[in-house]
């Protein structure tokens, strides 16, 4: 049996660090085709968007945390869109008991999206036990998940060592998926009170 070359037995981490790199691109690019749509940012496109994926991550079967994260948010701006849009809460809710009844996500395991998830976060830099409690994992069950599934293994591998660099980096590069959304109060250019306003 002949053994591998050199550049083939390294072949699998470069794939695991070409799809964390994709997946931690992926709210650039949506941005960038808001703003190809618009011909400019858009920040009520960019909500509805944000809602979009959260609803996404209810009926993949994650709760608050793990939504908020996929849809690049704090818990905070989650609760705060429920409890002020009772369409938008009705189909959260919704979406959660579909996933619940459909067993999308088995207790203690993670499925594609919660994998996403978990990925995008820890290469963004969030830390690797609060990344797994967002999406419904305890540490042992993790690297349990790791030990069983060396694919797996390797993508938090590579997920890891991005966000290691991330936190490496200067301070003004680093970035936190719920920091690049937020509620602002503006005062308008001709009005004396203030509105708040979804960056």
Known sequence: MKNPKPEEAGRPEERAGDLVA????????????ISAIHGRPDHTAETDLRRANALRAAAMGLGPAGC?????????????????????????SAAAAMAGAHKVTPPGQANAFGLRILLQSIA??????TAAAAVGLRRDQLTRMRRNNPAVDK?????????????????????RRASGYRLVTRAEPDATDTSAEEL
């Not at 908020?68 to 959260?92: P, V």
């Not at 963004?124 to 036990?129: A, E, P």
């Not at 490496?168 to 680093?174: F, I, V």
């Open 124 to 129: 963004q830099g969030i830390h690797v036990g």
């Open 155 to 175: 993508l938090l591998d590579a997920a890891i060592l991005q966000g290691r660099t991330v936190q490496a980096g200067p301070r003004s590069n680093r970035r």
């Open 22 to 33: 994709q997946l931690t691109s992926s709210d650039h690019i949506e941005q960038t085709l």
């Open 68 to 92: 908020a994260a996929a849809a690049g948010i704090t818990e905070s701006l989650l609760a705060n869109w429920r409890s002020s849009d009772t369409t938008f809460d009705t189909a959260m």
